[in-house]
């Protein structure tokens, strides 16, 4: 099933320039930390006290969610649909560029655990999940566009582990595009967008040359996201 996105209207953003950075603190006693993690480790800024005050409880990243062998594990299994297709540059609403993508329904066992680990974190127990999986694949010089997801066709939240790379997601207020937040999506961690986040902010992953967190360049390689999504109610 192609991803189904409803682009944001907004025009061509100017530059942020010197924009004032507030640091937000993860208070999650639930956050993972391992052997790349830092002791009071931040993985969200945003332009104001005030934007991150209304993203907050609406978004979140874990970092080192999964092991490098679980990546392992879940490269190996997408990898084998994902190498028989092209990148292509020209999605069918002009939202993403330099991807490739397909979706998964069957899973071998430890891929299984993983994504029930996902799913018990992510999601309230008993909720309606989209059955396949959707995994997304970015060239190192892909991105995604500034959009929000179709509420026709996904629920509340959207869960994704990152693959391979570290990389940079923003996201903008569709009624004041001069605000901004974001997050630090690592290597191996999960991230949460749920209610608000997702419903009145567009969401983007930062280009290879804009791909930079609190000042400090954020390298961007090739980039597989596996996302999981409930159904719309």
């Known amino acids: ?24 603190l993860s208070e999650s006693t639930d956050l993972r930390k391992g ?31 999964i ?40 899973w071998g066992l430890k891929c299984e655990s993983i994504l029930k680990r996902v799913r018990e974190v992510a999601f309230p127990e008993g909720s309606p999940l989209l059955g ?25 939240t959207i869960a994704g582990l990152s693959l391979l790379s570290d ?5 903008v207020p569709e009624n004041k595009s001069t605000d901004w937040v974001d997050l630090l999506l690592s290597r191996r961690s999960l991230y949460i967008l749920k209610d608000d986040a997702r419903f009145k902010f567009t969401h983007e992953i930062l280009k290879e040359e804009e791909s930079f967190f609190s000042g400090r360049k954020v390298p961007r390689h090739r980039r597989i996201s596996v996302i999981c999504r409930n159904l719309p109610v």
């Open 67 to 106: 092991s490098e062998e679980e990546e392992n594990a879940l490269f190996k299994e997408v990898e084998t649909g994902l190498r028989k297709k092209r990148y292509e540059f020209d999605h069918w609403d002009d939202a993403i560029h330099g991807y490739r993508e397909t979706e998964r329904l069957q």
């Open 132 to 156: 396949p999986i959707h995994v997304l694949d970015l060239d190192r010089e892909g991105y995604i566009k500034p959009h929000i997801d179709s509420v026709k066709f996904c629920g509340s």
């Open 35 to 65: 052997p790349e993690s830092k002791e009071g480790c931040s993985w969200l800024y945003g332009s104001s006290q005030e934007i991150l005050s209304v993203v907050r409880g609406h978004v979140e990243v874990r970092h080192n969610f």
């Open 167 to 171: 990389s940079v997601m923003r996201l």
């Open 1 to 24: 099933m192609t991803l189904l996105i409803r682009v944001s209207k907004q025009g061509q953003r100017k530059a942020f320039h010197n924009p004032l950075l507030y640091r937000f």
